[in-house]
């Protein structure tokens, strides 16, 4: 049952006035029983039309924003879009992994029968925390160790799938596993590694503004989780390529 508290972002539009495109989408999501944490891919719950209509909404709040922050947009030549930009780059850009599909990815069956080491990598990623919405940027490695069984896909969409997992606000920790859960779902290896490597802009640019941390991290599936001796084999071929 939800509290009171919960639900304050839903406001009862005055009658005769159209109910907010946000509102109708969370409205949705709702009914659905759908989480929409800022990770969260929410595009089965938003119809095409709906998108034009979500950016002039975001423009407009963006808008008091701007004002609230005594900026004039109005005088300032250089601000005088700015809310409409920051819009359109969070819902197409940046954010752009909660409000749009998934990438077609082609699929291809192992004729061949690999089942050998693959390593795709580096992989730029850009991504943002959610807890200040500064900059995360990094790179992906992935080991594959692919099976009779498994789906191969092209060098290209590993690149596509990052991108998309990486493109909404999270702490990079739940981004690696959700990536992983994905290319686990889509190839069904006998055993799947991912490392990562970024710089955190809300270390860099405000807090402790410490511009030389980095945090690494790592998910390791199946067979990289039970031999370690592939294990080293893959993280001692990163480390070669990082020298």
């Not at 509290?3 to 839903?10: A, N």
């Not at 808008?63 to 005088?75: A, C, K």
């Not at 606000?169 to 990562?196: F, H, S, T, W, Y």
């Amino acid at each position: 049952m939800q509290t009171t508290l919960e639900r304050t972002d839903e406001v009862v539009p005055n009658q005769g006035e159209p109910v907010p495109v946000s509102e109708r989408i969370r409205g949705r999501l709702r009914a659905a029983q759908q989480r929409f944490h800022a990770n969260d891919n929410i595009a089965r719950h938003i119809e095409a039309a709906e998108l034009p209509l979500l950016l002039e909404e975001v423009t407009l709040k963006m808008q008091g924003v701007l004002q609230s922050l005594v900026i004039d947009t109005e005088g300032d030549h250089n601000t005088r879009d700015t809310a409409r930009r920051v819009a359109k780059m969070y819902l197409t850009e940046v954010f752009r992994g909660r409000y749009h599909p998934q990438p077609d990815v082609t699929e291809f069956p192992n004729v061949e029968h690999l089942n050998e080491l693959m390593i795709v990598g580096p992989i730029t990623v850009r991504s943002a925390c959610s807890h200040h919405l500064c900059p995360i940027i990094g790179k992906v490695w992935i080991g594959v160790m692919p099976n009779e069984h498994s789906n191969l896909i092209g060098l290209s969409k590993y690149a596509r799938l990052c991108g998309w997992v990486m493109s909404r606000p999270q702490i990079q920790e739940e981004a690696v596993k959700r990536l992983a859960d994905l290319l686990q779902d889509r190839m069904q290896p006998d055993g799947l590694a991912l490392v990562m490597e970024a710089d955190h802009f809300c270390t860099q640019w405000r807090g402790v503004k410490d511009a030389d941390s980095k945090m690494i991290n790592s998910v390791m599936r199946g067979s990289f989780l039970k031999d370690s001796n592939l294990r080293r084999e893959f993280l001692a071929l990163l480390q070669r390529r990082s020298t």
